[in-house]
């Protein structure tokens, strides 16, 4: 008899990777989404797909399988403006995974997979941060994913009490999650450069991570058969380059006249990001969302990440540079509208 995965987030970056490979392996795949049955590509792949609104408290008293692995991809980013979407961002970032894990314990689920972020770290290093590195997120997003991982450890303690069989539960913390399919970082980034908008801070040297979400998927394989402890947390990552060498291929291909199209000392660029979140607080706007503080601290000094723990299991990245640009390339060619050209 095959195995089951139940992917939540069906319908996005991670989820739709993600199912893409283990049916490929010949699992039984069960996407859900708000919108799963109406997305061409989980329709394409031939898996069972539930429409289901992740936001409703009530929405897993209905769900009656007994998949052996469940995915959480789901995840709420933005934009936060006014209390509805912060309480929207809160509970489906960190409230739903430990409703989720209570419902795979009572469904005999063996192994429970979480997607949080390195964005719970919060700091900057010169080395590559490793995993017990205490947390220090510093806005809306990431303090909720934070929050996510202790709900979920909080919810194992409780529900250790021998009556239901208790999944072993991974929390997997990516970087930037690039590749096909892409809603978020490719179309904002590559976007601001097609368009003459995208600029550089500092020297453009800081280093960046990536992770492609079939190398997620790869991760979560691995695990599956390798994880010993009951629960545990996983950096992941798929390679790192700067500034520079990631968008200067980019600005080449597509013939953008001039890269970087402006340039902007760290003191100024974090001036004006200030100036930008005052504005759009009084305006009611997403204060994280575009230019700000953090986002100008984190181009121009970038970070990397300590992925030894997972490659000591056997993890070995098989998405590098070059197959990332293949695929952004490959989307802003198919979905010119989404980049904004």
């Not at 069960?30 to 792949?45: C, K, T």
């Not at 469904?107 to 590559?128: D, E, I, M, R, T």
């Not at 892409?182 to 280093?207: H, S, V």
Request: hydrophobic content about 40%; charged content about 20%; some cysteine.
């Amino acid at each position: 008899m095959g195995k089951t995965i139940l992917i939540t987030g069906a319908s996005g970056l991670t989820g739709s990777h993600v199912a893409e490979y283990f049916a490929e392996k010949g699992w039984e795949v069960i996407g859900i989404s708000r919108h799963a049955s109406n997305d061409p590509f989980l329709s394409s792949l031939g898996i069972q797909t539930i429409d289901l609104d992740l936001s409703d408290p009530d929405c897993l008293d209905h769900l009656d399988f007994t998949p052996d692995v469940v995915l959480n991809a789901a995840a709420y980013l933005g934009p936060i403006e006014g209390e509805k979407s912060l309480e929207l961002m809160r509970f489906l970032n960190a409230i739903f995974p430990s409703m989720l894990l209570r419902w795979s314990s009572m469904h005999q689920v063996q192994s429970f997979f979480h997607v949080s972020s390195v964005a719970v770290y919060g700091q900057f290093l010169n080395a590559p941060i490793p995993e017990s590195l205490e947390p220090k997120p510093q806005y809306p997003y990431a303090k909720a994913k934070w929050l996510g991982e202790q709900l979920l450890l909080e919810e194992y303690k409780m529900i250790s009490d021998g009556s239901h069989l208790i999944p072993k539960i991974s929390i997997l913390r990516p970087p930037y999650i690039v590749g096909k399919r892409d809603r978020n970082f490719a179309p904002e980034f590559i976007g601001r450069l097609l368009n003459g908008r995208l600029p550089q801070i500092g020297n453009g040297n800081a280093t960046f991570s990536f992770v492609h979400p079939k190398d997620i998927a790869q991760a979560i394989e691995i695990l599956i058969n390798n994880q010993t402890a009951n629960h545990d947390t996983y950096n992941i990552v798929s390679f790192a380059m700067s500034f520079k060498d990631f968008f200067t291929p980019f600005a080449t291909y597509f013939q953008v006249k001039r890269f970087p199209q402006f340039h902007l000392p760290y003191r100024v660029a974090w001036t004006a990001g200030l100036l930008v979140e005052i504005g759009k607080k009084i305006v009611g706007k997403d204060p994280t969302r575009g230019l700000s503080r953090y986002r100008v601290k984190t181009i121009a000094k970038g970070r990397n990440y300590d992925c030894s723990k997972l490659t000591s299991l056997g993890y070995s990245p098989k998405y590098d540079y070059s197959k990332v640009f293949d695929e952004i390339v490959e989307d802003v060619e198919e979905n010119p509208d989404k980049y904004g050209t």
